[in-house]
């Protein structure tokens, strides 16, 4: 994948914060349609900052679990102004503080925005990390973090956590994964075991 790099459509890191939380367990089509006018409404964290509930909920209801996105949303936003002078902070620690902001989350604006060396492991990355054996018996996200951190360069790390999570959205599906038509299925376990089907 020459072109490897985030579908969400953002021009912010503030764009991209609000994207990125509103991805979760939602697609990045789905985000894309629900963005435009979101920030049409909510241009700046200070005007996020200062929305009501309903307003909010009512341009991201189509995304899933738009209750507590909203709270959190709101959060980030008043979090933002109060703690970070209304910047979006530029460590995984500090992106951890945000409501609605966990590691993956925080991996990806701190890879995406800051340019830093994190790998953020969702859905895809965990599970094409394991069938590809870049991870060994890794129970969960952080532990799949560390691994795939251990053995992949800083330098490529950014543009790892990309093509892995396109690799399993396009190719290394979680149900129909198109293992004759991928150019890992050579060295790949799941193949390999015989598990696919």
Not at 59 to 80: E, F, V
Not at 159 to 181: D, E, M, N, Q
């Amino acid at each position: 994948m020459p072109v490897a790099e985030t579908e969400l459509s953002y021009r912010t890191s503030y764009e991209l914060l609000v994207a990125v939380i509103l991805s979760a367990q939602c697609t990045d089509k789905r985000v894309n349609i629900i963005t435009p006018p979101f920030f049409v409404r909510f241009p700046t964290v200070e005007l996020l900052a200062e929305a009501k509930f309903e307003e909010v909920f009512d341009l991201i209801r189509s995304c899933s679990y738009p209750n507590n996105k909203t709270k959190h949303l709101i959060g980030m936003a008043q979090t933002l102004i109060k703690n970070y002078s209304g910047e979006v902070p530029g460590t995984v620690e500090d992106l951890m503080k945000l409501p609605g902001v966990g590691r993956k989350t925080a991996n990806v604006i701190a890879s995406v925005v800051f340019n830093m060396p994190t790998i953020a492991v969702d859905t895809h990355v965990f599970r094409v990390s394991q069938r590809l054996g870049l991870t060994l018996n890794a129970k969960n996200p952080l532990d799949a973090e560390k691994q795939l951190t251990q053995y992949i360069p800083e330098n490529q790390r950014a543009i790892a956590h990309h093509w892995l999570i396109l690799h399993g959205r396009y190719v290394c599906t979680a149900r129909a994964p198109k293992c004759s038509s991928c150019q890992f299925a050579e060295w790949c376990k799941f193949v390999n075991n015989g598990i696919m089907e």
